[in-house]
């Protein structure tokens, strides 16, 4: 099995830029999607295949690859991007989520 | 918009069986993958389940193999999730989610020994 290993935790002060990567060998072969938990609320995905954005989510949020990591970026954090952070990748028929990133940003 | 909503959760004792359903619109159903993901209390997410368009192809996670069934009813716009043998670790929120991008708001299973 494939194991993404994600920061437990980020911090930043508002207007900052945070980095949030994921390893693995997993997405050195296979695209990756990022996902935003608010708490109570569903995952909504922000980045897929590596650094697509989907429609209506904000361009300071953007997506990398470097080696065998992916890289959420938001560039100009705003209060309102505390969250969790999930990456995810599959192959073999089978999903894979990283263990999960909180954002703090304050 | 996509729409996405779970039935059947609750509070069951180890051992028991429960059926989640999923009830989509907003799309058309039979021309997705749909997967199963759960996350348990204050833990992160775990893909349990996915199948494809046609029902003609099932994959689950290892934890769940023999004691889970992903199953769907195109004519009815639905996903279905079958556990059975509940564990005390299988208490969590399952979302139904289409493909790996659209995700409901979740049901809770709470497996109490």
């Known amino acids: 099995s494939y194991d993404l290993t994600q920061p437990s935790s980020v911090s930043v002060s508002p207007g900052q830029t945070a980095k949030i990567t994921c390893s693995g060998d997993?997405?050195?072969?296979?695209?990756a999607r990022w996902f935003q938990q608010k708490p109570g609320q569903a995952p909504v995905l922000v980045i897929y295949k590596d650094s697509e954005r989907p429609s209506g989510i904000p361009e300071r949020f953007s997506g990398s690859t470097s080696g065998a990591a992916v890289i959420l970026t938001i560039t100009g954090a705003q209060v309102e991007d505390e969250a969790d952070y999930y990456c995810?990748?599959?192959?073999?028929?089978?999903?894979?989520f990283g263990g999960g990133t909180k954002l703090t940003v304050l | 918009e996509v729409q996405l909503v779970e039935y059947g959760g609750g509070l069951v004792q180890t051992g028991a069986s429960l059926r989640l359903s999923c009830v989509a619109s907003?799309?058309?159903?039979?021309?997705?993958?749909m997967t199963w993901v759960r996350q348990a209390p204050g833990k992160g997410l775990e893909w349990v389940a996915n199948i494809k368009e046609d029902g003609s192809e099932k994959y689950y996670v290892d934890s769940v193999k023999g004691r889970f069934t992903i199953s769907r009813d195109n004519a009815k716009n639905s996903l279905f999730l079958q556990l059975n043998s509940l564990r005390v670790e299988d208490t969590a929120v399952y979302y139904c989610?289409?493909?790996?991008?659209?995700w409901g708001q979740g049901t809770l299973v709470t497996v109490s020994s």
């Open positions: 995810y990748s599959a192959a073999d028929n089978q999903g894979v």
């Open positions: 907003g799309f058309t159903f039979s021309s997705y993958w």
């Open positions: 997993l997405v050195a072969k296979k695209y």
């Open positions: 989610v289409r493909v790996v991008d659209d």
